[in-house]
């Protein structure tokens, strides 16, 4: 995967973590893969939640080894 945009969220609370992926949208063309990396334990529930609404594509999420999880996120076309 090139070109792969990636924020750090991480030590933020609800719901900054979901604001910053959003503006990061915003901001890039359709069908780019961002990466949200963050800590809140809220993020599960509230990226793929976010996600469904604004009809991107929640592509997964991974625990990373400093204890973040990384979310996998593809900008509607």
């Known amino acids: 995967m090139d070109n792969i945009t ?4 991480r030590d933020l609370l609800c719901p900054l973590p ?7 949208l915003a901001r890039t ?10 800590t809140d334990p809220a993020a599960e529930i509230d990226v793929p939640h ?7 594509d929640f592509l997964g999420s991974t625990p990373t080894s400093d204890g ?3 979310y996998r996120v593809k900008a509607k076309a």
């Open 6 to 9: 990636e924020i750090d969220a």
């Open 18 to 24: 979901v604001l910053r992926l959003r503006k990061a």
């Open 29 to 38: 063309t359709p069908g780019a893969v961002l990466h949200l990396l963050a």
């Open 50 to 56: 976010f996600c469904a609404e604004q009809g991107h």
């Open 68 to 70: 973040a999880t990384r």
